[in-house]
């Protein structure tokens, strides 16, 4: 069994301004491209859900690594226009730290939360590790 310490979460929500028909072409197109870019950076179990307005996708990946995270960004972003923007969340397995994203007219801005050791059994655990 494959070993993925990073697990992602992304909302893609639609303008209203898209017709029907408009909506349903753009989020084949970007199922498709997405697909591709998760693929080509190492995602696996690509799995989305389609929600009216919105859709979702989740993915994992091997390492957690906030370069990887950039580059995912960097290719998705110019299909964010006034008719499409996305939000991503890539979580930590080992609860560390949360990315967030938000893209929106071609450009991405980032949050990181890093959380708290959980106490001394947390870090005789990061000493052995580390």
């Given at each position: ?38 693929e080509q950076h190492g995602g696996e179990f690509i799995h989305f859900e389609e929600m009216g307005d919105t859709m979702r996708a989740q993915c994992a990946f ?69």
């Amino acid at each position: 069994m494959a070993r993925n310490a990073t697990e992602l979460f992304a909302q893609f929500v639609y303008s209203v301004e898209l017709s029907y028909d408009s909506l349903m072409e753009r989020e084949s197109e970007l199922k498709t491209s997405f697909t591709a870019i998760l693929e080509q950076h190492g995602g696996e179990f690509i799995h989305f859900e389609e929600m009216g307005d919105t859709m979702r996708a989740q993915c994992a990946f091997a390492r957690y690594e906030e370069d990887l995270f950039h580059d995912i960004c960097d290719d998705i972003a110019p299909q964010m226009d006034s008719f499409v923007e996305a939000r991503f969340l890539f979580v930590d397995k080992d609860v560390n730290s949360l990315h967030i994203f938000v893209i929106n007219n071609g450009r991405w801005q980032e949050s990181c939360l890093r959380l708290p050791e959980a106490g001394p059994l947390s870090r005789a655990l990061l000493d052995k590790d580390g």
